[in-house]
């Protein structure tokens, strides 16, 4: 059994920090000493974009590329499409080439496993993947949700943010049914929260009684802040633009959430083991 734990960050709305939330969860994550490779799963390629990879277009390999290998059942190198970047991640990046591949999938044999099927030969190398779904349910988003262990769902503190949950719920439930038996939420995570704001409070309040009888709500929550929007123009996480500022402190405190949903996971394995 690998290692390897891949977290899908989903959610269908956009603008919720999906990317934000996937770079600085994998950062952190590294800072604490995991092998971590982040997936860029969006053809936008915000996440290669925010890690410094500015002109994506122009990148000779992609996750397309990869993808495309698989479902044409060619054999090819493996890791010449990975991307180091300065703060101890690795990278698949992500273009626009990704929506030419999605017709593609289509018609494709393995349509729903393609990105199971690559990330497979290389997690071994790895504690974390990391996948940034693009803001819709497409096949590519199916991909994602097929080929990860858990996902972790980011909702902005507003009304039709949350509104859009049951959605994306139906979707892993289903996903879970009919493709991937093992798929579990990890939690739902507050984003862009403006704690001084009623409206924010009582939307907090409606997803936890909506759902936090059945799906963990993290205790850590993103608040809003000027400096978590400017990172995504200089390649730079959080942590090295910003160390200092409360997004910072808050994903330090996601990282340790995330770690130990692991820790507790592997105690009830290795306890069940025993028996």
Known sequence: MSKCKT?????QKGGVGKTTTTVNLGIGLAMQGKKVLLVDADPQGDLTVSLGWKDNDNLPKTLSNKLLDFIQDNISKLYDVILRHDEGVDLIPANVELSALELSLVNAM???????GYLKTVKDDYDYILIDCMPSLSMITINALAATDSVIIPVQAQYLS???MSQLVQTISKVKRQINPQLKID???FTLVDSRTNLAKSTKEAVRFAYGKNIKIFNTNIPIAIKAAETSTKGKSIYTYAPNSTVAQAYKELTKEVLDIEQRQNNRFYSAQAR
């Open 162 to 164: 949350a509104k859009g």
């Open 187 to 189: 939690g739902v995570l």
């Open 7 to 11: 977290i899908a960050i989903c959610n």
């Open 110 to 116: 393995s349509r729903e496993v393609a990105l199971k």
